[in-house]
């Protein structure tokens, strides 16, 4: 055998022993689906200047962005009709009609307004929900408390966040952080009556909205839990503000206080209709200076505040056409005033030119707005 071949046999041999000995190359795991592409995931170098957003608008259009209206939810040419002659800062989209959130409809109604629409609904679950046919049912709050930990509910959360999201809705007017006890009309809509099982499971579920990219709306601030009515029916009132500040308002303190975990300008309040002993006195919190001084000033929140419904609920009906509703929950310092109906837009802008709101703090609430909505930063 010459040389050369015993080179040859020797560097095969070799060859086979090195293969045979290396170990099988592990498999990678499959790489994380990419983020959904939201407007929570621009970065603020991307969005002009809020002020300068601002300074742009006409003076109606800085009070139309501050307004809320209900739409019909079957007849999507209609509320592109009114987002295109008014330029509201949101629709409400309440009721068990679908027709505004199938085959894309709500991309049309975008499409009429000049600064992009919050779409809100009030998708809590259980026996308040709105896409439950569309895409399922949710539990009730109660019912995940119940049944499942923080971090399944979390889970839960995002999960409904990417259908609502689909769907074109951007603003989810939940979940409710009412500590409940005596209010029938909350029930099961709360996570318990205790403070910390309803921030823990308040708080899971909006984060997993959050990620999915859904604007999260905590409420009714600053407590229907346990009020002694309900408030779509007429004038409620709860217990003393003094007893309420170590139940109703810590989920509050607890999620949106400093260093809360969803004080980062996510997720908003919303303010209810109730009289509060020690802190309102002929109005109700949602037209008392007091109830968002109390949310501002003592809890700390910065963030994108709005009222219950204006229009339809007997504690304000009862006492106030809905254009001095709108003003004096404004001038309260709500910064988005909501009714569930889609009517008298034009007579509530008109009423609030005339009504002159203060300059600075009307731009102020318009930038929270803007901001909330990921318009500017």
């Not at 809100?120 to 399922?136: K, P």
């Not at 999260?216 to 409620?236: E, Q, W």
């Amino acid at each position: 055998m010459t040389v050369r071949k015993v080179l040859a046999l020797t560097l095969g041999v070799l060859s086979a022993l090195l293969c045979s000995a290396a170990p099988a190359a592990a498999t990678s795991p499959a790489p994380p689906p990419p983020p959904p592409l939201t407007g929570e995931h621009l970065g603020p170098d991307r969005l002009p200047h809020c002020a300068d957003v601002v300074a742009a608008m006409s003076p109606r259009d800085r009070l139309a962005q501050r307004l809320m209206v209900g739409a019909d939810a079957a007849d999507a040419r209609a509320t592109a009709d009114d987002v295109r002659s008014a330029q509201v800062g949101g629709i409400f989209i309440g009721g068990n009609a679908t027709a505004l959130l199938t085959d894309q409809a709500l991309r049309g109604v975008q499409a009429m307004s000049r600064i992009p629409l919050a779409v809100a609904v009030d998708d809590e679950g259980g026996r308040v929900q709105r896409i439950d046919t569309l895409d399922g049912e949710l539990p009730s709050a109660r019912a995940m408390a119940r049944s499942r930990t923080p971090e399944q509910v979390r889970e839960l959360g995002e999960e409904r966040g990417r259908e609502q999201l689909a769907r074109g809705i951007t603003m989810n007017l939940a979940p409710t952080v009412d500590v409940t006890g005596r209010s029938t009309a909350i029930g099961d809509r709360s996570f318990g009556d205790d403070p910390e099982t309803v921030s823990s499971y308040a708080g899971a579920f909006a984060e997993g909205q959050r990620a999915a990219g859904v604007y999260t709306v905590l409420k009714h601030f600053p407590g229907h839990g346990r009020a002694d009515g309900d408030s779509h029916k007429g004038r409620v009132t709860t217990p003393a503000l003094v007893d309420m500040r170590s139940d109703d308002l810590r989920p509050y303190a607890t999620l949106l206080g400093p260093g809360g975990a969803l004080a980062d300008g996510r997720t908003g309040v919303l303010v209810g209709h109730l009289d509060v002993p020690g802190l309102t006195t002929d109005l109700p919190s949602s037209l008392t200076p007091n109830a968002y001084a109390l949310l501002r000033q003592e809890i700390g929140f910065d963030g994108l505040v709005l009222t219950d419904d204006l229009g339809a609920m007997d504690a304000i009906t009862d006492e106030f056409t809905l254009p001095q509703a709108v003003q004096r929950a404004l001038e309260a310092g709500a910064d988005m005033a909501l009714w569930s109906g889609g009517d008298r837009i034009t007579p509530v802008l008109d009423h609030l030119e005339r009504a002159g709101l203060d300059p600075a703090a009307n731009d102020a609430a318009v930038t929270r707005v803007l901001r909330a909505k990921r318009v500017c930063s």
